[in-house]
């Protein structure tokens, strides 16, 4: 139960950890893509910039230049107009561009030298146009054709084109990796939410199955404590019987102990009675005694005398065997109960040899039935168990029939087996199933010798390896001895 | 000890033959001279008492007063008393029970079968002999049915 909770816990962390790791993981890459598509996108904006900037300038160059040279060629002040404005945007172009090559290493380099080149170009016009506004045109035109200015205007050009071409890649390149970003975090967002429905699936199954442990503990619980309550009851009646039984023990230890006690108190009594009837004869020294005074001491000594001593005998031996019989009983409690496991078959047909003798003088038989239910338990106890119920079928068979001996065995539930010993004998009265097994009880004819011990050492046995034994009979038709024993010994409690 | 008319018989049970011989002797000495016939266990008793049929026909016409020991090696002195006094024959025959046990339940179940007297025998044998003496001078007085 406790590991389970524990082992429970622990999965159900792990579960949370990894998905929240999971969710970690997918804001992170998801915060470094989008700072990484920022990047790609003012790289854009820079790249876009840089190639505006330089088809703008170009632009302007251009128109100051044809500003320039429709000036030269007309000397008309309406072609000046266009050639001034070109100028004044030309700085701001030149400042933009300046901006937006700042900071990016292959576009720097070449900026000075292109500065240079715009300067040196628009001195170029400047003085041009300065000469033809001075009336000396030709001088102008002439300067012009000699291609000074347009050696300085292709170098412009080639640096501008470089730049556009540079920055028509980089652009394409930002745009590429921007895309490939977004793929990427596309990827990382799906293997997050499928690593997500993972774990929750992991995690979800984990809880169930923990309610479902948890339920068929709870079921296990509650079949535990209806059996708990079954055996509680099945104890409580043990333990009344045991005390029952130990009360009507000492009321019969008691009894039988104190009939031969009134006995031999009482033949001391009357020999003392009979000493006093003897004594005048005996010690009369010559008196003459009277005829019944000779007649009671005659009778005295032959036969009060006599009877008084055989009783007193016969009761101290009584008295004797009874503490001997008692004495027995309880070292078979105490003895140490050596559980092993038995093959019952074999058991069986060894007590049964011990008596075939007797049952073949009766014309009799034993019979050992069926399958064997496996029984671990105290070897000697269960002999001796056999040995006096298959020795009672011999001593009070039927002399009507031959004797037939049946032993049959089986489980009876989980813990215990049935063992049947049944015999067609004389059988025993209703009221004395529960009286046979007392100690010195017996029942029916008195014809054979006994003292009453047998059953009640098997019961005392039988109880002692945890079990019992019953008897159903009918009077004339035979009786059956049911032992319930525990089919291991030592998983029986108090044992 | 008289019935209407007739000697009356004393059916002594008791398997110790020492008790027997005992109570016999001191019934005697109480001045007893009716015929006791002692039975050492039950079975024995009642095949007389109540014949081999157990039906009580042969005590129909008998005089009988009943010494019951309780324990005996065969029966239960219970069930012979049980036995007894439901015969519609042999109900009525005085059964004095005559043990060693002094257990209340025993004494009360035994008169609530029926039992006329309940004498625990005293291990103290002058108390014991007493005691079968005054029996014996009861057993004198008394009018059997």
């Known amino acids: 139960?406790?590991?389970?909770?524990?082992?429970?816990?622990?999965?159900?962390?792990?579960?949370?950890?990894?998905?929240?790791?999971?969710?970690?993981?997918?804001?992170?890459?998801?915060?470094?893509?989008?700072?990484?598509?920022?990047?790609?996108?003012?790289?854009?904006?820079?790249?876009?910039?840089?190639?505006?900037?330089?088809?703008?300038?170009?632009?302007?160059?251009?128109?100051?230049?044809?500003?320039?040279?429709?000036?030269?060629?007309?000397?008309?002040?309406?072609?000046?107009?266009?050639?001034?404005?070109?100028?004044e945007s030309l700085s701001a172009r030149r400042d933009t561009l300046r901006r937006s090559v700042t900071g990016r290493q292959s576009y720097e380099k070449d900026f000075p030298r292109l500065d240079?080149?715009?300067?040196?170009?628009?001195?170029?016009?400047?003085?041009?146009?300065?000469?033809?506004?001075?009336?000396?045109?030709?001088?102008?035109?002439?300067?012009?054709?000699?291609g000074a200015g347009e050696q300085t205007m292709s170098g412009i050009r080639e640096i501008l084109n470089n730049y556009m071409v540079a920055s028509e890649i980089d652009l394409q390149a930002a745009l590429d990796e921007q895309s490939e970003a977004l793929a990427t975090l596309q990827r990382a967002t799906i293997i997050g939410a499928g690593a997500i429905v993972l774990v929750l699936a992991g995690a979800l199954s984990v809880i169930y199955q923990h309610i479902r442990d948890l339920s068929r503990a709870r079921s296990e619980v509650e079949t535990l404590n209806a059996s708990l309550e079954e055996r509680v009851n099945e104890r409580t009646e043990d333990l009344i019987r045991a005390n029952q039984e130990i009360q009507r023990f000492a009321y019969i230890v008691t009894h039988d102990l104190r009939a031969p006690?009134?006995?031999?108190?009482?033949?001391?009594?009357?020999?003392?009675?009979?000493?006093n009837a003897?004594?005048?004869?005996?010690?009369?020294?010559?008196?003459?005694?009277?005829?019944?005074?000779?007649?009671?001491?005659?009778v005295a000594a032959e036969e009060d005398l006599p009877e008084a001593i055989t009783f007193i005998r016969s009761?101290?031996?009584?008295?004797?065997?009874?503490?001997?019989?008692?004495?027995?009983?309880?070292?078979d409690g105490r003895r140490q109960l050596k559980p092993e496991p038995i093959d019952l078959r074999e058991l069986l047909e060894t007590s049964a040899a011990s008596i075939q003798h007797q049952v073949a003088d009766l014309d009799g038989s034993i019979e050992i039935g069926g399958r064997m239910p496996k029984i671990t338990t105290d070897?000697?106890?269960?002999?001796?168990?056999?040995?006096?119920?298959?020795?009672?079928?011999?001593?009070y068979a039927s002399p009507d029939r031959p004797l037939h001996i049946e032993v049959h065995a089986?489980?009876?539930?989980?813990?215990?087996?049935?063992?049947?010993?049944?015999?067609?004998?004389?059988?025993?009265?209703?009221?004395?199933?529960?009286?046979?097994?007392?100690?010195?009880?017996?029942?029916?004819?008195?014809?054979?010798?006994?003292?009453?011990?047998?059953?009640?050492?098997?019961?005392?046995?039988?109880?002692?390896?945890?079990?019992?034994?019953?008897?159903?009979?009918?009077?004339g038709k035979g009786s059956t001895f049911v032992l319930r024993l525990p089919s291991d010994l030592t998983k029986v409690a108090g044992v | 000890m008289k019935g209407t008319g007739k000697e009356v018989t004393i059916v002594m049970v008791e398997d110790d033959e020492g008790h027997a011989r005992l109570i016999e002797k001191n019934v005697r000495r109480a001045g007893v001279n009716n015929e006791i016939i002692p039975f050492t266990d039950g079975n024995s008793a009642l095949d007389f008492v109540l014949g081999k049929d157990r039906t009580g026909e042969t005590s129909k016409n008998s005089y009988l007063l009943i010494l019951?020991?309780?324990?005996?090696?065969?029966?239960?002195?219970?069930?012979?008393?049980?036995?007894?006094?439901?015969?519609?024959?042999?109900?009525?025959?005085?059964?004095?029970?005559?043990?060693?046990?002094?257990?209340?339940?025993?004494?009360?179940?035994?008169?609530?079968?029926?039992?006329?007297?309940?004498?625990?025998?005293p291990v103290e044998y002058d108390s014991f002999a007493n005691a079968i003496r005054q029996l014996g001078l009861f057993f004198s007085v008394m009018q059997i049915p």
């Not at chain 1, 009761?315 to 070292?331: E, H």
Request: charged share 25%; with cysteine.
């Open chain 1, 410 to 475: 089986r489980p009876q539930g989980p813990r215990f087996i049935r063992v049947e010993v049944s015999d067609n004998g004389r059988g025993i009265a209703e009221e004395d199933l529960e009286r046979i097994f007392e100690l010195f009880r017996r029942s029916g004819q008195q014809d054979k010798p006994g003292e009453g011990i047998g059953l009640a050492h098997v019961r005392s046995l039988t109880r002692n390896l945890g079990g019992d034994i019953t008897v159903q009979s009918e009077i």
């Open chain 1, 1 to 87: 139960m406790f590991s389970t909770r524990s082992s429970f816990a622990r999965s159900t962390l792990i579960m949370i950890s990894i998905g929240g790791l999971i969710l970690l993981g997918i804001v992170g890459s998801t915060i470094w893509l989008v700072q990484q598509s920022r990047h790609y996108f003012d790289e854009v904006v820079s790249a876009r910039a840089i190639r505006s900037g330089s088809t703008d300038l170009l632009s302007t160059l251009q128109d100051a230049e044809t500003g320039q040279r429709g000036y030269l060629l007309s000397q008309e002040d309406n072609f000046l107009e266009p050639y001034k404005s070109a100028l």
């Open chain 1, 278 to 298: 003897i004594q005048p004869y005996v010690l009369s020294e010559g008196e003459i005694l009277s005829e019944d005074e000779i007649k009671l001491a005659r």
């Open chain 2, 68 to 121: 019951l020991d309780l324990n005996l090696p065969d029966m239960s002195g219970i069930d012979i008393l049980a036995k007894i006094k439901s015969n519609p024959h042999t109900k009525r025959l005085p059964v004095v029970i005559l043990t060693t046990t002094d257990d209340e339940g025993e004494i009360q179940r035994c008169y609530d079968l029926g039992a006329n007297v309940y004498i625990t025998k």
């Open chain 1, 116 to 146: 240079q080149l715009i300067t040196q170009r628009l001195d170029d016009l400047n003085h041009t146009v300065d000469l033809a506004m001075e009336g000396k045109a030709a001088e102008a035109i002439a300067i012009t054709r000699r």
């Open chain 1, 315 to 331: 009761s101290t031996k009584k008295m004797d065997g009874l503490i001997n019989a008692i004495l027995k009983i309880s070292r």
């Open chain 1, 261 to 275: 006690l009134v006995n031999i108190m009482g033949f001391t009594s009357e020999l003392e009675t009979s000493l």
């Open chain 1, 379 to 395: 070897k000697l106890s269960l002999e001796q168990i056999f040995g006096n119920l298959f020795d009672n079928a011999v001593k």
